[in-house]
């Protein structure tokens, strides 16, 4: 099955500053590749994709770049502030719909 | 409000009691999951359904059943639950290529097996 790895498993930042967080994936039929970001007490929400067929994706302060070679993708934040503390995750679906998400980032943005 | 419901969402139960979670989606999805969320295990999918009537195996199945007789409600079922199920769990449901969609989560249930 698909293998995702998620690095690092903690991240901590000064506000203001940028948060990078990556993953590899084993599959090379992966043609999805999304972050999911989940706040204390609530389920996981959807807060950027990208597909195989493009390098990177922007929305606003995130963005998300896929090396399909290196078989990685990573998730960028700028300018960090404090409501971005919350656990990342990052998901590869393969070749099949039994879906693998890396086990997680938990980033701190301190004020 | 196009959401994903599940209940109860705190259960403390006793092993060998046998408890069902429901979950129920408004987006008339076809594909619905189960997860599991263990502390540096991240989330860990225990069965899913690409439709009515069409169940599969996630990574972790094991002590779990579904089934999916209506396309909104994919109850989870643990008909004789053991302290290592307790954990946090989530249901998803997602457009049929989930492989290319968004999932869309629950807010969970914290079940705690004594």
């Known amino acids: 099955g698909e293998n995702v790895e998620q690095h690092p498993s903690t991240l901590s930042v000064q506000e203001g500053d940028s948060a990078v967080i990556k993953c590899t994936y084993s599959d090379s039929a992966s043609n999805y590749f999304p972050w999911y970001k989940q706040e204390l007490g609530k389920g996981p929400q959807l807060i950027i994709d990208i597909r195989s067929n493009v390098g990177e994706k922007k929305d606003q302060r995130i963005a998300v770049t896929l090396n399909k070679t290196a078989k990685h993708f990573s998730l960028h934040i700028t300018e960090t502030q404090p409501e971005d503390s919350a656990v990342y995750f990052c998901l590869s679906g393969g070749s099949n719909y039994k879906l693998t998400f890396g086990k997680g980032t938990l980033l701190t943005v301190n004020p | 409000e196009a959401q994903v419901t599940q209940n109860p969402r705190y259960l403390i139960t006793v092993t060998g009691k046998k408890l069902t979670v429901t979950c129920s989606q408004n987006m008339n999805h076809e594909y619905m999951s189960w997860y599991r969320q263990d502390p540096g295990l991240g989330l860990r999918q225990i069965y899913y359904?690409?439709?009515?009537?069409?169940?599969d195996k996630g990574d972790v199945p094991e002590g779990y059943k579904v089934s999916r007789k209506e396309k909104r409600n994919f109850p989870l079922i643990l008909e004789s639950p053991s302290p290592n199920q307790t954990s946090l769990y989530f249901c998803a449901s997602s457009l049929v290529e989930v492989r290319y969609n968004e999932q869309f989560f629950g807010p969970g249930t914290r079940l705690t097996v004594l």
């Open positions: 359904s690409m439709n009515v009537e069409v169940t």
